[in-house]
Each structure stands twice: as structure tokens, then as C-alpha cells.
């Protein structure tokens, strides 16, 4: 990687791959939470990380944010290296955790203007932008309520509304719309495609949904620490093969003879009652099989393989099997040696 | 977490920024909790009216040669500064129990001023506490002048500004709100009671008025007895209820004081 720091602090407009990534790794005493990952993001696309609890998204998430150090690797965010320039990475991102880190104190308004100020952002466009993001995620008639009234979705919204105010380049969203009903899931991605389309912001979002990652605009696939693939959903699914049709008819003894005939290229399976083809571009060839056969179709099915196929794939099961992978370390409870110590032992601020 | 130089990469506006932004949170936090702030004044003046009372009729004039309550009085207030400095800072716990404290952490603000502003705010809060407790100063026929208003006010500040920073120093090392009961027991209740708050320390075995040497929480309620009470007592009596002179009492805090937020600065950065 040939990045030089100098030249893209006087010009991170020019910049098209906003994060790069090599060979990050990352490890817990003995545990490997990242080993080696290597990618890159360009300006204004939608990545997703997709895989299972405990694969090591949270952490690349973290690292990325400059909140967890890496073990070795190379980190660039917005142009600037994580160790080096985290006062600049932090202020190139805007992120939203996996908890909510709102201040239940105060009130929805009160929240932003702690963050805008934090972040340095004007008193005079704070009431605008103010303004623009509470509308974009639908709080303004609640701007004045506290937090501790707000609904899990509200809170949700209200943390995309603060992470979105100080205009980041890049959106962090861990897990977005886990904990969510489907509506208020479909809006999160509307506010998600808006912003993008308005400032051009990079998103990078974690998910262990399937159907969300289809949204992305490219998906690494990570499990155990490692990215067992990567490119766009669409790619992804044609990669693990061709699309399936599945039909039946009258008379499937005659229907198969007929197809044998008429595509010998094609291999052709009878799984109970149906017959079942595998073709590359299923929605051209329907049509041509419909027309090939005489018997009469009582039912005809094209299905293309989802990304819960390609999971399936490449990590050898699919992704709700292994609720096992989730280590949770219980922690002590109070430790009077770590209260006084200025040296704590094990400094677990950082948790996976 | 961050390297050692990075706080020339901050502009000096945007570190005045941030520290006054922390600090503004800490005074919206305790200005929200009205009930918590009229629990924080009635405590105090309950105690020293019962129990100030109760003592005096005790202790009759011949054998104490001081009003009990007026001892009484800047001990507590003292006490319930410290109460309120402690629970603000110690809410750093509670903040990264539920979060807020990492939406601080990644933005763009240097460590330092966090703890700065943090401290700051909490001693601002326990500041506004003690004046108000003050005003019932000439309840107990004490009398203040505003000079002596003013100076109080001054000690307060650099009292709880190193009672702040010892609080954060722990908060940095509890990971968990349910550990701050075994904190307040081993750390606060003995600093409590051995801070003279409660009854004279110059009559106890030398063991323990060498442990309230080291006590700051003992030189604050001793400064705090001369700057309160000489207008309206004579030395020789506050003699017999204090260990240390006003101005030792002031000389240990701020040395007490640059210790401390070193350490806790140093602490809270890991």
C-alpha cells in the first residue's frame, strides 16, 4: 500500500477508497479475533460485513474507529492511519454502536448539541443541521422529549440522526436494525440510502441479516476472524452456481423424455413429484422450456440462490447454526487489587 | 489508546470547547435531578439540627465549651460536598454501564479533557451545594460576612476539585455500578468518619490522627471549620476540634490536588 499521509491531509476530497485495509489482525491473549483481513472501500459505496455473532465485526468495527488498538496491520480511514492520526480518523466518522449510547438524561435535542459540540461543528448551522437530520429520521415533533421515553426504534433513529450531524464521510453502523420490527428496519434503510445520496457518505454496516445485506452494495463475508468472501451480492450468488427451476407437469416421465432430447447439456434431476434443472440464466431459458414441452405444466418455480445459499457455501453451514460461537467472558465482579492498582491487570475496556 | 503527542493535533478552541461541553452536561444532569438536589440540601441540614441539637443537650455548656451544632455544622457541609462530587464523578461508572461514555470516547476530544471536564463540572455541582448549605450558616448564630462567603467558596473549589479526581481515579477502575456499594464501604465510609466530621479526632490514639493526617477529606472539614466558624468563636476553641491550621489545610489540598489529577488523568487514559 503507497498511501502518503502528507499529501492526503491537504486532499482527502480526492480520495476514492476511504478505507483501506491490510492484513489486520487481532488478538484477545490468546484469542484470534481478526486473523489477516485485508479489504478496501470506496467513496459512497455500502459495505456490508456480513456474518455471525463472534465473527469479528464489532472489532474491525472498532479498530476502524480508532477505539480498540490492532495487534499488526495496516489501518487507513479517510486517508489517515488509525495509530498515527486517531484525533483525524475520529473526526472523518460518524458511528452508531451496537448499544445505545444516548444520554438518557436528556432530551433528544440536548443529545445532538453535546455531539455537535464535541465535534466542533458551528452554533449557527447546529439549528439547520439540527433541523435537517431530526426531519430525516422523523423526530422533530419529538426533539424535546427525553431519551428515557423513547421507544428502542426512536432511539435508534435519534443515534443515525447524531451520528449523521457533524457531516461524517463515513457512517459506522454496527448492526443497525438488530432488536427492530420490519417497518422501522425498512425506514433505517431509507434514512441509510438518503444520507448516502445527499452527502455522499460512506456507509460501512455490519449485519447478520441476509436480506439486508442484499442492500449493500458489496459484502465481505467474514467468519471466524477471516473474509471468506467479498464482492457484490449479485456476483456472490452467481458465484455458488446457476439459478434453479423446479416444475411439474402431467405426464413427467414423457416431459423428461422430451427434455433429454431437446437439452442434453442440461443435467436434469426428479426429486419426488418435480423435476428439477439447474441453468445459467434461468429467467431467458423459462420461456424456451415452457414452449419444448408438450405435457401440460402444472406448476413451474425459478429460484436463485440467496445469499443464505452462498453462506452456506463458504463457510460450510449456515449462518443461525452456531449460537455456541458466542464467548461470553464473565467478568469479575469487583476486584479490590484493581481498584487501588494504577496498573489494572487485564484492561478489558475494549470488549470483542 | 492514544499516543502521548497527540494534543498538538487539537486547536486550543476546539480543547476549550470540549472541556466546556463536559462540564455543561454535568451541570444539566444535576440540574435536571431537582429531587436529588433538595434530597442533597435536607439531609444535611436535618442531621445537623437533630442531631446538633440532641449532642447539646448531651453535652451540657460546662463540659463541651462549644455549641455542638456549630462544630457539627462545617463537618457535614464538607461531607455533603463531598457526597455530591463523588456521585457525579463516580457516574463515569454508569455512563459506560449504558454507553454515553463511548460516544464520548470516539469523538474527536483529547482524554485529558474529558477527566478535566469532568472534574470541573462535579466540582462545580459540589461548590453550588456547599453555598447553599451555607445560607444556613446564621440559623446557628454564625455570622459571615461576604469576604468570608467568598473565601469559603474558594476552599470548596479546590477541596472538591481534588475529592472529584480521587473519584474519577476509582471510577476509572470499577467496571460495574454494582461494585460501588463495596467501594463506598471500603474507601468512602472510612475517609468519612475519619475526616473529623462526626466528633473532635484530637483526643483519639495517635494511630488514628496519623491516618487523618493523610486524610484530605480531614484537612477540608478543618479548613473549612476556621473559615466558617473564626468569625464567630475564639481560636482557642477551635482549637480543641481541629487537627490542622487553616493554611496546612489549604497547602495539602493543592499539592493533594496536582497528585491526584495527574493520576487520574493518567488512570482514565488506559
Known sequence: MTVDNEILENGSQQITEVIQVENLKKNYNNFKALKGISFSVKKGEIFGFLGPNG????????????????????????????????????????????????????????????????????????????????????????????????????????????????????????????????????????????????????????????????????????????????????NLKKMIGEDII??????????????????????????????????????????????????????????????????LEVTGRKIRDDETLKAVEEEEKFNLADLFSLFPKNNKKNKT | ??????????????????????????????????????????????????????????????????????????????????????????????DREFGFLREILVSPVPRSNIVLGKIFGATTVATIQGALLLLAAPYLSLELGFIDFIKIIIFLFIFNAGVSALGVFFASGIKKTESFSVFLQIVIAPMSFLSGAFFPLNNLPLWVKNLAHLNPFCYGADGLRWLILSPSLEKEKILLFTLHSLKSSILFLIIFDFIIFTLAIYRFKR
Open chain 2, 1 to 94: 489508546m492514544e499516543d502521548s503527542n497527540s494534543l498538538k493535533h487539537y486547536p486550543l478552541n476546539v480543547r476549550l470547547k470540549s472541556l466546556y461541553i463536559i462540564w455543561y452536561r454535568e451541570l444539566l444532569i444535576y440540574w435536571r435531578n431537582r429531587i436529588k438536589v433538595f434530597t442533597s440540601i435536607f439531609l444535611p441540614l436535618l442531621l445537623v439540627l437533630f442531631f446538633g441539637t440532641g449532642f447539646k443537650a448531651l453535652f451540657p455548656t460546662t463540659l463541651l465549651p462549644y455549641d455542638f451544632s456549630q462544630f457539627f455544622y462545617p463537618g457535614i457541609l464538607s461531607l455533603s460536598t463531598v457526597v455530591m462530587a463523588m456521585s457525579s464523578t463516580l457516574s463515569i461508572v454508569w
Open chain 1, 246 to 311: 423446479s416444475f411439474r407437469t402431467l405426464d413427467n416421465e414423457l416431459a423428461e423424455k422430451e427434455f433429454k432430447e431437446k437439452f442434453p447439456e442440461y443435467k436434469l434431476k426428479k426429486i419426488g413429484k418435480e423435476l428439477k434443472i439447474e441453468v445459467e440464466n434461468g429467467d431467458e431459458f423459462l420461456p424456451i422450456l415452457v414452449k419444448a414441452i408438450s405435457p401440460k405444466i402444472i406448476s413451474i418455480e425459478l429460484r436463485r440462490p440467496s445469499l443464505d445459499d452462498v453462506f
Open chain 1, 55 to 234: 465473527a469479528g465485526k464489532t472489532t474491525t468495527i472498532h479498530i476502524l474507529s480508532t477505539l480498540t488498538l490492532p495487534t499488526s496491520g495496516l489501518v487507513f480511514v479517510n486517508g489517515f492511519n488509525v495509530l498515527t492520526r486517531p484525533d483525524m480518523v475520529r473526526r472523518s466518522i460518524g458511528l452508531v454502536f451496537q448499544e445505545t449510547t444516548l444520554d438518557t438524561h436528556l432530551t433528544a435535542e440536548e443529545n445532538l448539541f453535546l455531539h455537535a459540540y464535541l465535534y466542533g461543528v458551528p452554533k449557527k448551522e447546529f439549528n439547520q443541521r439540527k433541523r435537517e437530520v431530526l426531519k430525516l429520521c422523523e423526530l422533530w415533533d419529538k426533539r424535546k422529549w427525553r431519551v428515557e421515553n423513547f421507544s428502542g426504534g426512536m432511539k435508534r433513529r435519534l443515534e443515525i440522526s447524531r451520528a449523521l450531524i457533524h457531516w461524517p464521510q463515513i457512517l459506522f453502523l454496527d448492526e443497525p436494525t438488530v432488536g427492530l420490527d420490519p417497518q422501522t428496519r425498512t425506514k433505517i434503510w431509507d434514512y441509510i440510502f438518503t444520507a448516502r445520496k445527499h452527502k455522499e457518505t460512506t456507509i460501512f454496516l455490519t449485519t447478520q441479516y441476509l436480506n439486508e445485506a442484499e442492500n449493500c452494495d458489496r459484502i465481505a463475508i467474514i467468519d471466524n476472524g477471516e473474509i471468506v468472501a467479498l464482492d457484490t451480492p449479485e
